[in-house]
């Protein structure tokens, strides 16, 4: 979806969301108050510069406004891969971002994620994937790579990978896939602006995404495996 | 005597670096801990899926530590792999060891759990987070065969301090994940001199996103170790995170525009940028000394 056509549609009562570049960010007003707004368009690959942008945008909302609310729009084919951001530390700039949200969740500014065109690995990693809770719209993409691509660096067969994807969430690209993972809270469909008011209001918790992976039958292993190595030989 | 961090298997390097006797794996080889999507691959398993968990202790010091083995797929982060790192670090939480120390060999999610793999790396970031605003210290030993790529770089980004010998990498995307995305006149991945002057120990050292620079030798790590018990406390508070920010932007300011290390290294005050990459480690140290900090 259009960015300005979606901000419109979730914030009905208004916002001044501004854009720069493929960066956006402003203020929104919501029937439970008002949030600030993050976001990126165009797919964009996620260099150094961006991200040092996405840390600003956090670091600042966490200073002039106390507790308030911030909605993730992160639109991502994942990290440039460039050797001149590799020479520049680009993964230090990702990390950077991941503190920012962390610490702002940590001094109670909720975070709510939704992905609404494109979620690829590292530019995902590092932003809505440090959401309280995050969401996705049904023609959102997210993956780590498509599976022509998995199936060359790996040397498993095409066939054999799309064969799996039909029956195994692990595999193939997709909202749904990592819904059932829990990786996505829920994907939002109808009146977007009153998931939005509910995504505002659920409780916060800590990371349940393990949890809802194992209940929705997605992802089995995370959960019972990590609670082993928190209680063994002790 | 010299034993080489690089060349040791994970199991090999947290007997070198532990007090002797000391260490205790959680979720060992004998519990048959596998990867169930690889098996749906017909691929093989290992029954730790790549890392070592346990406690032991340094000194005296009690910590929990986990070892990647890139002997296995690259030590590369699949569901089980990923949450065996996830649930040491809670563990951390609760039990408040000394330091958590992630000795990371991995070129980052295992492609063939795709998927999970990246959902398991997040979840090792947000624990790392955690437990560092728990007080926790997290360490990082980087020096190790495959060196430390994708998501697992952003993991040790995230983390108090790393430590490299020079023969350690670290970066996002791998030399090979850009030679083939973007063509082999944007990054050589064959070129070793330039992937080391990229990506290596003493680059990272002189941009200080590296703390410690030691010998390729697992006694030289724990000495390091050591070092950065006495002086590492977790602060990620704000004063701390708009001070990194205002770091890495000046660098963005004044190496943006670099195309090559041996540029920056000029810039940072390097009398002969060329000959850094074959000094020896102590001669490299004492010949930086006086650049670093300045990026």
Same mark, same amino acid.
């Given at each position: 979806m259009n960015p300005l056509t979606l901000l419109t549609e979730l914030f009905p009562l208004g916002h001044e969301v501004r854009f720069e570049a493929e960066f956006f960010a402003g203020a929104a007003r919501t029937a439970v108050g008002e949030v600030h707004v993050i976001g990126t368009v165009n797919n964009v690959l996620i260099g150094a510069e961006l991200a040092h942008r996405l840390a600003a945008e956090t670091l600042a909302v966490v200073q002039a406004h106390p507790r308030r609310s911030i909605v993730l729009m992160i639109d991502t084919n994942g990290q440039r891969p460039s050797r001149r951001d590799e020479l520049l530390g680009i993964d230090g700039y990702l990390a950077l971002i991941a503190k920012c949200l962390h610490f702002a969740r940590m001094r109670g500014h909720r975070i709510v994620g939704l992905v609404y065109g494109k979620a690829v690995s590292g530019g995902f990693l590092a932003t809505?994937?440090?959401?309280d809770a995050c969401f996705a719209l049904p023609e959102a993409q997210i993956q780590v790579m498509n599976l022509p691509a998995m199936a060359r660096i790996t040397k498993v067969d095409l066939d054999c990978l799309r064969v799996l994807s039909r029956t195994s969430p692990v595999f193939a690209p997709g909202a749904e896939n990592y819904l059932c993972m829990g990786a996505i809270q829920a994907i939002w469909t109808g009146a977007i602006a009153e998931r939005l008011i509910e995504a505002l209001q659920a409780p916060v918790a800590d990371d349940r995404r393990r949890r809802d992976g194992a209940a929705r039958g997605g992802r089995l292993f995370a959960e019972p495996i990590s609670a082993r190595v928190r209680h063994d030989g002790s | 005597m010299n034993c080489s961090f690089r060349e040791a298997t994970a199991r090999m390097r947290i007997a070198g670096l532990l007090? !002797?006797?000391s260490f205790v794996e959680f979720l060992?080889?004998?519990?048959?801990?596998?990867s169930p999507h690889l098996q749906a691959l017909d691929l093989p398993a290992a029954f730790d899926d790549g890392v070592v968990v346990g406690r032991g202790r340094i000194a005296g010091h009690g910590l929990l530590l986990a070892a990647q083995e890139g002997g296995f797929m690259g030590g590369s982060v699949g569901e089980v792999h990923g949450a065996k790192i996830t649930g040491l670090l809670e563990r951390a939480q609760h039990e408040k060891p000394t330091a958590v120390l992630l000795l990371v060999e991995s070129g980052g999610v295992r492609l063939h759990e795709a998927n999970a793999g990246l959902i398991a790396v997040s979840e090792i970031m947000r624990a790392v987070l955690s437990t560092r605003t728990a007080g926790v210290p997290v360490l990082v030993l980087n020096g190790a065969q495959y060196g430390c790529f994708g998501g697992m770089s952003i993991v040790s980004r995230l983390c108090d301090a790393i430590i490299m010998s020079e023969e350690g990498r670290m970066g996002l995307s791998g030399p090979e994940v850009i030679e083939s995305t973007c063509g082999v006149e944007e990054?050589?991945?064959?070129d070793r001199a330039l992937v080391w002057r990229t990506v290596g120990g003493k680059h990272r050292y002189l941009t200080g996103d590296t703390a410690m620079l030691v010998e390729d030798d697992t006694a030289a790590f724990r000495a390091a170790v050591l070092r950065l018990l006495d002086s590492v406390k977790p602060d990620l508070s704000l004063d701390a995170l708009v001070a990194e920010h205002q770091r890495l932007g000046e660098r963005l300011a004044r190496?943006?525009?670099?195309?090559d290390a041996l540029e920056i290294w000029g810039l940072l005050? !390097?009398? !002969?940028?060329?000959?850094l990459p074959l000094l020896e480690i102590a001669e490299f140290l004492a010949t930086v000394a006086p650049l670093r900090g300045r990026a």
């Open positions: 809505n994937m440090l959401a | 007090d !002797a006797g060992g080889p004998s519990q048959r801990a596998c990054f050589d991945s064959r190496f943006g525009g670099c195309s005050g !390097a009398q !002969a940028p060329e000959s």
